[in-house]
């Protein structure tokens, strides 16, 4: 069973920065991407970041040069360093895994429903 426990959520101030972690287990797939989702309140859910197997990784325009996806695939670990944070930034941030997916097909993926296994999210807020 694949697992995801996604940490490193919390408040921070405007303009500030936060790193997100989420380490993985259970999976043995070779091929895959994972990415970075965020939801907020009453919104649909959004892509943030997204890599793959190969290390390509690619990013949702609105934050382009202020978040940066890595992985450790040592430690199965995949990483959101999130700088400039804007009050819109803020939301429940979810990590994902799509076996056999490369960063060119998980956002459509995400999209029709098709990414089988997600993490429970972990909160950022920005404040003022």
């Known amino acids: 069973q694949v697992d995801l426990v996604e940490s490193g959520g919390g408040s921070v101030q405007y303009g500030g920065s936060l790193r997100l972690s989420c380490t993985a287990s259970g999976y043995t797939y070779d091929t895959y991407a994972m990415g970075w989702f965020r939801q907020a309140p009453g919104k649909e859910r959004e892509g943030v970041a997204v890599i793959d197997s190969t290390g390509r990784t690619d990013y949702a325009d609105y934050v382009k040069g202020r978040f940066a996806i890595s992985k450790d695939d040592a430690i199965r670990t995949l990483y959101l360093q999130m700088g400039s944070l804007k009050p819109e930034d803020p939301d429940m941030y979810y990590c994902?895994?799509?076996?056999?997916?490369?960063?060119?097909?998980?956002?459509?993926?995400?999209?029709?429903?098709?990414?089988?296994?997600w993490g429970q999210g972990t909160q950022v807020t920005v404040s003022s």
């Open positions: 994902a895994l799509a076996p056999f997916a490369s960063v060119g097909t998980i956002w459509n993926l995400e999209k029709g429903g098709g990414v089988p296994y």
